[in-house]
């Protein structure tokens, strides 16, 4: 090795920072100052138990049929393929690196540990990764590894990604998490090498002004010489969700939020410096598939169903949703797509608008990122680029005609809830008439079908309580049928069967706020959920029930999926309760009973309710 020149104290690092840093810093050092974070079978064998529990990946590595193929990136040692590759022999893992040193130790290790018959590795960079596309039904980005080409290199890493990707494939990466890298921004460390008496490590760091990049500059000491073996500089771009959510949209990967994982490094006894490697993000994304059926129910991809989730009847309420065995807290036990969503304009925010693709679906707060329709339709009709607008042109151009004509006369004449209830009405139309244009409904396409309907299969289920509703309600609902959806609008339903589906609607919409509801215990001070932003109808989430203390909460997410989260552990044959309304908002019995009643037509036996109940009498 040889010694690096003596360069002593300097004002900042970036200056410091060769263009190509990691082509010389992942050599045998490496190892000792940092790889030893990870270099531990037992951290490995955690890490791969991980990413086995993850349920679309246990389902794809255990298909037995098929040989599936999975390429780790930036696979150094091979630490992360050669254990996954005893587990499951008959699957393929590929390991590409641009470090020779590292590949070489992998491949001893596949001789060692006899899994060279279904491991290969090979030398390659991540910005052109030397397979072809749609080979790997698995990508793996593990160890820390993004972030190193910054900007246009890392978007540029994510492209190659999909593009290796068969459709419907998964992606899986960790990073580190930028938001906690800021908030406990440590200057400096030091550590002595495991397994080495003699050899310390000295770091030091900076965040660039913006904070979105963080260099170090580190330092071994061979203090038996002594001497300084190794003096390098090198910079990770910092991202946090918000950024990697983006990233994945711009290759056409989506985020699966409900497998995401935060990682947290095990330390270890004595003076040990953790830097990047204390914090991290696992994210699970995946490439859409190329449908076979039709394009209506293309959405339906982004449903989650957690395996322990079943639906069964209740007597008295209907349909319910049970646990079959026991889930933890915070777990995620559906995310469900809406079949139609309409934002919810605020004069005071114009601008905050959702992108009207329904495959997409993203919340847009700024007007220069939004593309309008061609035909002026109405200002809340509004996609997130060009490419959203074309993707959607089938199913705006069934509600365009009549938003030019109705909308704004709907709008002054009725009131905005009115305007909102009658365009999800025909949003619920238009997905309709698209499926009914498609034809047939294509087989089985989801492993949650057997538990699930999907399509307008699963509009037709809803219940609409038309019988419960006042009278007075059912005549006004009637008149709007006539006088905004009986002409017009190329639907073949009936008047009749217009109302029931008003009636469905308002049975069960979910509105989309930005922070959780159905937290509970309700905290000290009470925390809100924040402003209505969108409405929309989540075919498979109304089938939860309400209870005045749930152990479920319920929150959007970055795409207008409805996700579900257990706040309590579940035991199995417990029923999943969400609350339908804001709880801090509503805290009083009688105000809740009388919420309830009114919007939906029911009234409350909670334990909750029942108890505060008795000690009113």
Known sequence: ???????????????????????????ETYLLTNGDCVEIPAITEAECNELVRIPCVQQLLQTPESQIKVLDLCCGQGRHSINL????????????????????????????????GNTIFQEGDFRHIPEADSSFDL??????????????????????????????????????????????????????LEGQKTLIACREREL?????????????????????????????RLYNMEEMDNLLKKVGLRR???????????????????GMMERRQLVVAHKPAESKGANALD?????????????????????????????????????????????????????????SNLKCRQRMTQSKES???????????????????????????????????????????EGEYTFAMIWTILRLLAGRHLELQAGSKPSKLYSWEDRFKRGWESVDLLLGNREQWPQTQIQHWKRLAEQYLAHDIGSDLNLNEMLDLICKEESNSFGLYPGETGIFPIPDPPVGRGSHYGLGIYPRATIFNHSCMPNVTWKPDSNGRMVFTTSRNLAAGEECLICYFDL?????????????????????????CTQELAEEQ
């Not at 009083?588 to 029911?602: A, G, H, M, P």
């Open 1 to 27: 090795m040889t010694v690096p020149p003596i360069l002593g104290h300097v004002n900042s690092l970036f200056p410091h920072i060769k263009k190509d840093w990691w082509k010389k810093l992942y050599n």
């Open 85 to 116: 590759a005893k587990r499951f022999p008959s699957v393929s893992f590929r390991g590409v690196d641009q470090s020779s040193y590292l590949l070489g130790l992998a491949q001893e290790r596949a001789i060692a540990e006899g899994v060279q």
């Open 139 to 192: 990508v793996i980005l593990l160890g820390n590894s993004f972030g190193h080409y910054h900007d246009e290199g890392d978007l540029q890493s994510l492209r190659e990604v999909s593009r290796v990707l068969k459709p419907g494939g998964i992606f899986i990466i960790d990073y580190v998490d930028g938001s906690w890298i800021r908030s406990n921004f440590s200057p400096s460390g030091w550590e002595w």
């Open 208 to 236: 660039s002004p913006d904070k979105t990049l963080l260099a170090t500059r580190e330092i071994v000491i061979d203090l038996e010489s002594p001497r300084v073996l190794q003096d390098s500089f090198y910079s990770v």
């Open 256 to 274: 699966q939020a409900e497998d995401g994982l935060q990682l947290i490094t095990p330390t270890r006894e004595g003076t040990i410096d953790m």
């Open 299 to 355: 959405e339906d991809a982004g449903v989650y169903v957690h395996p322990n989730l079943v639906q069964y009847y209740d007597s008295h309420k209907g349909r319910s949703l049970k646990v079959f065995a026991p889930v933890p807290a915070g777990t995620t036990i559906l995310a469900d797509v809406p079949y139609a969503l309409t934002p919810s304009l605020d004069p005071s925010r114009p601008d905050d608008l959702i992108c």
């Open 371 to 413: 593309v309008r329709c061609q035909r002026n339709c109405i200002r809340d009709v509004a996609w997130c680029n060009i490419d959203c607008r074309t993707a959607d042109q089938a199913r705006h151009d069934f509600e365009c005609a009549w938003l030019k004509i109705q909308g704004e006369n709907l709008r002054q004449n």
């Open 584 to 608: 801090p908002k509503y805290v009083d019995v009688k105000t809740r009973q009388s919420l309830v009643q009114e919007n939906f037509l029911f009234s409350c036996a909670c334990e909750r």
